[in-house]
């Protein structure tokens, strides 16, 4: 971090010269129309939460100044500068990285505006100079086309993949921030003017090519907002209207529909269903939202809302997360939700956010909040660390132990929008419409809320998401009738989702209860809310009380992978198992093994085991945990599945996950010695010293007993040796001592068509000799290389004390192993 503040001191100079000065608040156009449901701006709240607080400090002192500190060594801000003439050199790094810095200066205008920082608004001065001279004369902004030198010639050749688009995307929405909170027009010049080029390139009887990424509708909708210039808002739309339409695309005229993965194979009013890469997918439809609102065009809305049945129905992770497959980072089937492997990108996760607060500005319904709340405070937490300087970019619900945040990713896009994200989080608390007013989320502080005809404060006091006890002071500037609707969350009503997708298992009787100035009143629910309505005056108060009570979750019986499972949920907070070795057994009052947790995979929360909650104030900072008794699942050496005694566990919230260590961890533990994943049986497989010449995903898995379903089995993990191609890999086993070894199965992994591994060309076994070399084993049948079934190879029986498995690969492809079983 010392090279930051040098950095910060170099800028300060540099940028005291020449900052720019301007009042914020005057950056909003009179528009025509807009959403139904007004947004209450995030700087018209205050935040002062137990829970809140402590993240968006940690997102101002440490996530915002972290990125920008990688964005500078990775290196992102130096391509801008040497595209600026400021520096000599290539463009190093991935052709759309420029976004992470528009991203990360998003989210720093978002923190200016609530918490004053010279030195951030000098440094961002200074990255806006560093634009400005980068951009081109005509407005282009690109630093991959421009080095080592302007490369007018290759730019718009490649929509479908270079990203030029949804780069210009971050662009306009980090300018309308920063003009925005600052009120100066440097950054805003920089988008208009590349966005005034955008529109005379794209547009009818133009070039037609939408971008291969969405956001650049979101972004354009943003700089018609704060200038009023319609033309901007034509062109998203415009852009929109392309997609799934061949038009004028490409240089020539010649180009192609990019297929459903960039939601490009149907015009979008004729979508009905999530596909393709997830982000891209809710950049879409959040895009789609926006233009809606601001046009009126009822054929988007009836689109998007059939695609978020669709996505809410059947594509959604409890936890909030979308986007379940890896290999097109995006939408599997309906119904297919596979924990293990489940994808559930953090950028997605906040797209879904962004599309769901769409939703409910539209529609005024509180089930899209429900949705909002659910990904809020499980699948996007889950993708940083509680320290702000740690990422997931993938979310899973399950994990063997390989799984560990990164500081930082080749593509930095999840990051970075966690920088942005973050600090816009108060926005989502509150909204008017008319006279009334809306309290979205509980979340501690002030707001201060500009109805119709009236500014309206309301304070909460709250120790949510950990108790659902909620005091709303009312301070109206002048006393008025009006209405105030209280979001009563689905989860308080006995509705796991808006869907038939999870279920509580037993309805809970008590209800959500409300008071007014210390009399209860009926809460009479419309659209989720209890709308209350009176002459509301200085000092009314509205005391809220949602019963949290531990809920079982189950899942539809359409989803296999949560078949004979149960998920677990308190308030908003979803929760999982994990394992830790940490906990001593006093503190928690039982455990036959010294400790209260270890591993989980193999426990069975039955239907009947009592659960109890309890607030842990030195634990992750702070957290509810769940306590009971598990059983435990065993596999014998001859296969069967039993229950091996009991054994304590501690459920903590699924986002707090993985900052114990590596270990296992699941949403969803089974209800069943049927649907449990046992302990894998002492075979001569299990008990071996593993090891391979490269690790891929997980080498455990071959010998996790987990009979695979098929060669591209998605809920079972696999080792294989991507990136590797073509290569001789190897997969050792050791004993310690001689074994009689006279066999060998393997289960082989192909992912034709989601991935590049593939069954291998060839095979063979070694075993150690006296001499401590390995020769091949005499085989008495052939090295089988079938998909979806174990291949198994007799050889004369060997005395050793060690085997190695040989491996060629297919000269273009990777190659990957399910399960070896040694006999
Ligand atoms: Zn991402």
Known sequence: MRQRKQVFVAVMVAGLLCATTGEAGQAKAKLERDYNVKPVPFNEV?????????????SRTVTIPYTFLQCEQTPRISNFEKAAGLRQGKHQGIY????????????????????????????LDQLIRIMAAAQWEDGYLYTFYSLPEKQPQKRWTNEKDMHEQYCAGHMYEAAAAHYQVTGDKSFLNIATKNADMICSTFGPGRRTDPSGHEEIEIGLCKLYRVTGDRKY??????????????????????????????????PVTEQTEAVGHSVRAAYLYT???????????????????????DVVGTKLYVTGGIGASGGNEGFSGKYELPNLTAYCETCASIANILWNHRMFLMHGDA??????????????????????????????????????????FGCACCPSNVARFVPSVPGYAYASKGDDVYVNLFIGGQASIETAGNVVSLSQQTKYPWEGAVTITVKPQKSATFGIHVRIPGWARNECVPSDLYKFKETVDEQATLKVNGRGVPPELSNGFARIERKWQEGDTIELNLPMPIRRIIANEKVEADRGRVALQRGPIVFCLEEWHGLPARESGHGQDGHATGKVLNLIIPDDAELKAEFRPDLLNGVVTITGTATLSKRTEEGKIVQAGTRPFTAIP????AHRGKGEMTVWPPRTLEASRPAPADTLTYVSKTTASFVHVSLDAIKDQAE???????????LDFWPHKGTTEWIAFEWGQKREISGVKVYWF????????????SWKVLYRDASGGFKPVQNKTAYGVQKDAFNKVDFARVSTDAIKIEITLQEKSSAGVLEVIIE
């Open 46 to 58: 205050r935040v002062e939460d137990g829970f809140w607080t402590p993240r968006l400090q940690i």
């Open 708 to 718: 695979p379903k098929s060669s591209s089995d998605g809920s079972s993990q696999q």
């Open 750 to 761: 192909d992912d034709t068509g989601r991935g590049e591994c593939k069954v291998p060309t």
């Open 367 to 408: 089930r899209y909040l429900d949705v909002l709340e659910r990904v809020l405070y499980n699948a996007v937490l889950s993708g940083i660390s509680m320290k702000g300087d740690q990422f997931f970019y993938p979310n899973p619900l399950e994990s063997t132990g390989q799984h560990e945040r990164s500081p930082w």
């Open 233 to 266: 808002l034509e062109e998203a739309k415009f852009l929109l209207d392309q997609r799934g339409r061949l038009g004028n695309r490409g240089p020539k005229g010649d180009g192609k529909l990019y297929g459903a993965y960039a939601q490009d194979h149907i």
């Open 654 to 657: 699924y986002y707090a996950w």
């Open 96 to 123: 759309f990285d420029d976004s992470d810095v528009y991203k990360v200066m998003e989210g720093a205008a978002y923190s200016l505006q609530v918490y004053p920082d010279t030195m951030l608004r000098l440094y």
């Open 287 to 309: 895009g789609m939202a926006d233009v809606a609102a601001l046009t009126g065009d009822m054929a988007y809305i009836k689109a998007i809302d059939a695609i978020w049945q």
